[in-house]
């Protein structure tokens, strides 16, 4: 069984466009990430939402919205996609907020703009 | 706020040579440390993590890590590696208190060679 699961694993959209991916979680886990993987492999989070509740919101473009309808998904939305959108997206769980900072990721979201 | 550097962009080694990966980290007080690895195509993996106690610290896979408060170091070792080690690897820091937020050093892309 998979632990953390993202689709798609692969997304290629055209500038403009609105896109989603979704990240369910098997674990249990009451809190949810989103980080974004540059080019470069740079890894930096985006937010983080503990028992559907928003906790951590870094400074992403607005465009940039997340959902979490149970502490067991995380979805992210984007709208009016750009080229600087173009990363390895991953979503990750850990057991609890405080103080737990074992992370387990997904296998990522490789999107492309064109 | 925490920082991690990775001093080594890439490293290559021989197949059953010992690996020694460098992680350095600015922060006021310990943080929590963690290594991570990722393998081609996947996502993250917790390698090991230390909070308190033993600096010598082991992990998954025949992986172990050393902190040294002096030199603010938490280096990854491993005695022989495999070709399956062909992976990046990304330290991370997270503070003990207030934000729960991890911070990735660069990565290293590690290379193994037969």
């Known amino acids: 069984d998979t632990a953390v699961s993202q689709t798609p694993k692969y997304l290629v959209t055209q500038m403009g466009n609105d896109k989603s991916i979704k990240c369910e979680q098997n674990l249990g886990h009451d809190t949810m990430y989103w980080y974004k993987q540059d080019s470069k492999k740079f890894l930096k989070i985006m937010f983080s939402y503990n028992n559907k509740e928003l906790i951590i919101n870094e400074t992403v473009p607005n465009r940039f919205s997340p959902k979490s309808p149970d502490k067991a998904h995380l979805n992210l939305h984007i709208n009016s996609l750009e080229l600087g959108d173009s990363a390895v997206y991953f979503c990750?769980?850990?057991?609890?907020?405080?103080?737990?900072?074992?992370?387990?990721f997904g296998p990522g979201t490789r999107l492309t703009v064109t | 706020a925490q920082s991690v550097t990775q001093p080594d962009i890439h490293i290559t080694v021989s197949e059953g040579a010992s690996l020694e990966l460098r992680c350095n980290y600015s922060?006021?007080?310990?943080?929590?440390l963690f290594w991570y690895v990722q393998s081609p195509g996947q996502g993250l993996q917790l390698l090991l993590k230390y909070f308190s106690g033993d600096t010598l610290v082991q992990g998954i896979k025949g992986f172990e890590a050393e902190f040294k408060r002096s030199q603010s170091s938490f280096n990854l070792r491993k005695p022989s590696v495999h070709w399956s080690d062909a992976a990046e690897y990304f330290c991370a820091v997270a503070p003990e208190w207030g934000d729960y937020k991890l911070s990735f050093g660069a990565g290293t892309t590690v290379t193994v060679r037969a």
């Open positions: 922060y006021g007080a310990t943080p929590y």
């Open positions: 990750a769980s850990s057991q609890e907020r405080f103080r737990s900072y074992e992370q387990y």
